[in-house]
């Protein structure tokens, strides 16, 4: 879709629309979908026969020196060039469907810090991690998205189904996953927004992430929250359920909440010192290059003027720092 044009100087806007002006919503047949998707149907007919669309491979786990966050080990699925190109396709198109307001993941302008903003005003927090969240998301309820919320015909969403599915269930590794699987679990994430409209409370989920807010959170609160969501075939990482009281420090996706502002995690602080005694010479390398140390550095920094504008000078300044050492 091309975007409308604006006077010189300002920004291009964005305009999201209902699920049934999607090019995707009521397809009739192959021969439809290959327009929507702008292919042949020659490339859609050698892609679905296919059995090497997918690399898989095990990211083993990985403890980063300077932070000292461990990186659980994991299955990733990676589509190919030619599935790649039509997962980002079927995305462009998903992301001018009009998303939920609790909606912070997949979707334009928005991240998770505008997820802890939600609630950066909120008095106790509740945090809850979906285990397994895409193997959890299996073929056939992509396939109830495509054929109830699109209203497809049956051939075509067992086509885009076949297309952004690998083993019964949402691959991990595609730029489509994320928005997919939030649209796919729509239902579920309705009930539990609904969950919280009830006890007058705000939430939000950032992909597998859920986050309750308000004045004070109910006893039957995580009781609730697993129940609605083993009904839609998922479950709760028990021993990730967090509840955050008046005047603590909140951990939400990412960021902390305290005094009602949006402060960047202790560990990335130290973890930005750690990397600047490194480059000093005063600590251990760990086998990385002075520039590699900088870029990393430098990364790290800008990432925490994103959460925090005050440190916008030293982000820029090890950015500086990054194109002299080069």
Same mark, same amino acid.
């Given at each position: 879709?091309r975007?409308?044009k604006?006077s010189a ?6 305009k ?10 009521k397809l $009739?047949?192959p /021969? %439809? +979908?290959c ?6 149907k020659? &490339? #859609?007919?050698?892609?679905l026969?296919s059995d ?7 990211l083993?786990?990985?403890?980063d020196?300077?932070s000292?966050k461990?990186k659980?080990?994991r299955?990733?699925? $990676?589509?190919n /060039? %030619? +599935? ?7 995305l462009? &198109? #998903?992301?001018?469907i009009e ?5 912070h993941a997949g ?5 998770y810090?505008?997820n ?7 008095k106790t927090?509740?945090?809850?991690d979906l285990k397994g969240?895409y193997g959890?998301?299996?073929?056939y309820?992509v396939?109830?998205f495509?054929?109830e919320?699109l ?8 086509i885009?189904?076949k297309l ?11 730029p489509?996953?994320?928005l ?5 679990s ?7 927004d ?8 705000k ?7 859920l986050t309750?807010?308000g004045?004070s ?7 609730d929250v697993s ?7 998922h ?12 005047n ?6 990412g ?11 202790h560990?990335r602080?130290?973890a930005a010192?750690?990397?600047?005694s490194?480059?000093?010479?005063e ?12 870029q990393?550095l430098?990364g ?7 959460l925090?504008?005050?440190?916008k000078?030293?982000?820029?300044t090890?950015?500086?720092?990054l194109k002299?050492a080069?």
């Amino acid at each position: 879709m091309r975007q409308p044009k604006t006077s010189a100087g300002s920004r291009r806007t964005s305009k999201l629309y209902p699920i049934n002006q999607c090019a995707l919503y009521k397809l $009739t047949s192959p /021969k %439809k +979908l290959c327009e929507a998707l702008k292919i042949e149907k020659s &490339l #859609l007919s050698d892609v679905l026969e296919s059995d090497e669309n997918y690399r898989e491979f095990t990211l083993l786990e990985e403890v980063d020196p300077f932070s000292r966050k461990i990186k659980k080990k994991r299955l990733v699925q $990676t589509p190919n /060039k %030619k +599935l790649r190109n039509i997962h980002e396709r079927i995305l462009q &198109l #998903l992301q001018r469907i009009e998303y939920p307001d609790y909606s912070h993941a997949g979707v334009k302008k928005r991240s998770y810090r505008s997820n802890a903003l939600v609630h950066v005003n909120s008095k106790t927090i509740a945090t809850f991690d979906l285990k397994g969240f895409y193997g959890a998301v299996k073929s056939y309820h992509v396939n109830t998205f495509f054929s109830e919320q699109l209203n497809c015909v049956g051939d075509v969403a067992g086509i885009l189904t076949k297309l952004t599915t690998f083993r019964n269930c949402v691959p991990t590794g595609s730029p489509l996953s994320a928005l997919l699987a939030l649209f796919t679990s729509k239902p579920m994430f309705d009930d539990l927004d609904a969950l919280a409209k009830k006890h007058k409370l705000k939430f939000t989920c950032y992909v597998d992430d859920l986050t309750f807010s308000g004045d004070s959170i109910p006893s039957s609160l995580e009781r609730d929250v697993s129940s609605i969501v083993r009904k839609h075939g998922h479950s709760l990482s028990i021993n990730k359920t967090k509840i955050y009281r008046e005047n603590q420090p909140k951990h939400v996706t990412g960021t902390v909440i305290l005094n009602n502002r949006i402060h960047v995690p202790h560990t990335r602080l130290l973890a930005a010192r750690r990397l600047q005694s490194a480059i000093n010479g005063e600590i251990e390398s760990f086998g990385f290059t002075e520039e590699k140390l900088i870029q990393k550095l430098a990364g790290m920094l800008n990432e925490a003027s994103y959460l925090d504008v005050r440190f916008k000078y030293k982000a820029l300044t090890a950015k500086a720092m990054l194109k002299s050492a080069k």
